[in-house]
């Protein structure tokens, strides 16, 4: 083909005329933001003491979330699996799930396996249930060793629905309400993460609780496991997870608070609903005026005032905010990756002046357009479009017939960045190609 025709095309392909083909098609995916769900299921179980994930599929996928879990949190992912071959997919994978938890037992020395599932043992239709009783039973997986499960099919959902199916599946199988007459009143809080990759924001707000003195307990805290310091010592299972003495008394707990709405569904539905405990969801804390709603449920929920040191932080990011207004004001935005954070990235962008023009979700519903709009309600000024179940051709399209200033998020859009000529911020999940950025948070005022 000739320089001038691959021009040409090349030319079309940013036109609004390519733009209106690319967002009619229905057959295909292109470079999606998302992942799947068992891909969450390990991240959860990477966040409890002595806990291996187990996943109950072939060895390419468990290949698949340890590569992409190290390649953004730069530290070892430890998971096994039942290695499913063809056999297993025309006689039942059972057999290698008990020949799985009696290797993993003698070699790993687990204190609880976190089991999830991929598309062929879902596909054939394996009884995970069945699988650890008949392990149980031939003595392949010990009484001690709690093995909670979760249906995780990769065909359907994201990383987010694979993340709360697994942390409500271990809070059920560890929790164990105390009678009334012997409850001892506890005046615990749980803070619920959610799918969080930025290690940064779970320490941050492990501070604030700190600066506040309230007793709290993060169910599913990886935040040094996945960060842990590098002093010559490897450790299969790093410390700083949450223990599973205290998962068991996490439903004793006074009250928990999930700091994502969408990626905890199930988890709050089990707390509030089958352990009857007091459970708040918060906005994402990104921005002024959703810390300040964390920081008021905190105070709610604890009967603590909220502390100077606090609001002088507050002040500061106001008047952060207020000195960098003149270079934000008017200027506009495309924001990709994970709800939570869209709708806390919304929220800021908007705070500041900026105009968040895209704002689009590979793994968004109704729910989250609907939030995104509402956002988009209190400045209409600056109100900008926002797209869910598209993926990243979608976002090039956008971004090379309406330019933008700068895009932000994950690792992914470096590819539309780059056609576009757009300086594109990393930020979410997955960071590939940049160092350490988990680690700064996100949340908070500072």
Known sequence: ME?????KIKDWMNSEEYKEKNFNRKAIVINPERACQPLGAVLCAAGFEDTMPFVHGSHGCVAYYRNNLSRHFREPIAAVCTSLTEDGAVFGGQANGLEGFKNATALYKPKMFAISTTCMSEIIGDDLGSIVSTAREKGHLPEDIPAPYANTPSFVGSHLEGYDSMLTAIIETLGKKSDADTAIKQDTINIIPGFEATTGNINEIKRILKIFGINYLVLSDYSNVLDSPLNGEYKLYPDGATKLDDAKNCVNNKAAIALQRYSTKKTVAALSGKFGQDTRVVKSPIGISRTDELLTTLSEVSGIEIPKELEDERGRAVDSVTDGQQYIHGKKFAIFG???????????????????????????????????????????????????DKDLWHLRSLVMTGPVDMMLGPSHGKFAARDAGIPHIRMGYPLFDRVNIHRYPLYGYR
């Open 338 to 388: 994970d709800p939570d954070m869209l709708t806390g990235l919304t929220s800021y962008i908007l705070e500041a002046g900026g105009i968040p023009q895209y704002v689009l979700c590979s793994n968004g519903n109704e729910e989250f357009k609907k939030e995104i709009e509402g956002l988009f309600a209190a400045y209409p000024e600056s109100a900008g479009e926002v797209y869910i």
């Open 3 to 7: 320089k001038e025709e691959v021009q």
